[in-house]
Nanobody, 123 residues
Framework: QVELKESGGGSVQTGGSLTLSCRDS?????MAWFRQAPGKEREGAAA???????KYANSVKGRFTISRDNADNTLYLQMTNLKPEDTAMYYC????????????????????WGQGTQVTVSS
């Protein structure tokens, strides 16, 4: 059983930065950050594989960076140049099973989820 707990959300103005953290209880095969805005489907923002390779949604590429501290069992999402459209509940997700990279940003692929942390970007 993998337990995930997010932190680091908050309110910032357009152009600001935030770093989200997610503590996990063990090291799954891959992990990701998803986000869900009110009235919208949950979408994958960034994923990281056990070998350190990463995958990003086009909407965040160049602005968000996913990383993991293996010694501390913590997943991070560094978010810069934030925009109002980044406003959403952000969720940490993990799965112990190997999978192709093409599935890395698909919510259906993940078995374990955190409870989320809210990010609000004002214009």
């Amino acid at each position: 059983q993998v337990e995930l707990k997010e932190s680091g959300g908050g309110s910032v103005q357009t152009g600001g930065s935030l770093t989200l953290s997610c503590r996990d209880s063990e090291y799954p095969y891959f992990m990701a950050w998803f986000r869900q805005a009110p009235g919208k489907e949950r979408e994958g923002a960034a994923a990281i594989f056990k070998d350190g390779s990463t995958k990003y949604a086009n909407s965040v590429k160049g602005r968000f960076t996913i990383s993991r501290d293996n010694a501390d069992n913590t997943l991070y999402l560094q978010m810069t140049n934030l925009k109002p459209e980044d406003t959403a509940m952000y969720y940490c997700a993990a799965d112990p099973r190997a999978a192709p990279a093409i599935q890395a940003l698909s919510a259906d692929r993940y078995k374990y989820w955190g409870q989320g942390t809210q990010v609000t970007v004002s214009s």
